[in-house]
């Protein structure tokens, strides 16, 4: 089992910047995929970023691109979601979550194992 806990949400102006942190339980952090989601509300949950268990690569969607930055760091079960440039599209709940079996693509949430219980961010513009 992994628990994911996801932290740094909260109100931002439009053009601001935040980065969130997702901490992992776990020893064997390193052997899962990772990847951001969010959701807007009333709509299903969608892919903002996922990074590979290397940390070699990283993939974005569209809509974050050029902004949103991926990274983990294993040693402290780590991953984080820099965020810059932020508009009021960008408002959502985001979630962390992890994979092991890496089965199905990194871009549906149904292809992963654990998710955090999302932080809140919120663009004013």
């Known amino acids: 089992q992994v628990q994911l806990v996801e932290s740094g949400g909260g109100l931002v102006q439009a053009g601001g910047s935040l980065r969130l942190s997702c901490a992992a339980s776990?020893?064997?952090?390193?052997?899962?995929?990772l990847g951001w989601f969010r959701q807007h509300p009333g709509k299903e949950r969608e892919f903002v970023a996922a990074?590979?268990?290397?940390?070699?690569?990283?993939y974005y969607s569209d809509s974050v691109k050029g902004r949103f930055t991926i990274s983990r760091d294993d040693a402290k079960n780590t991953v984080y979601l820099q965020m810059n440039s932020l508009n009021a599209e960008d408002t959502a709940v985001y979630f962390c979550?992890?994979?092991?079996?890496?089965?199905?693509?990194?871009?549906?949430?149904?292809?992963?194992?654990?998710w955090g219980m999302g932080t809140q961010v919120t663009v004013s513009s």
């Open positions: 979550a992890a994979d092991s079996r890496l089965v199905g693509s990194r871009m549906y949430a149904y292809s992963y194992e654990y």
């Open positions: 776990g020893r064997t952090f390193s052997t899962y995929r």
């Open positions: 990074i590979k268990r290397s940390g070699s690569d990283t």
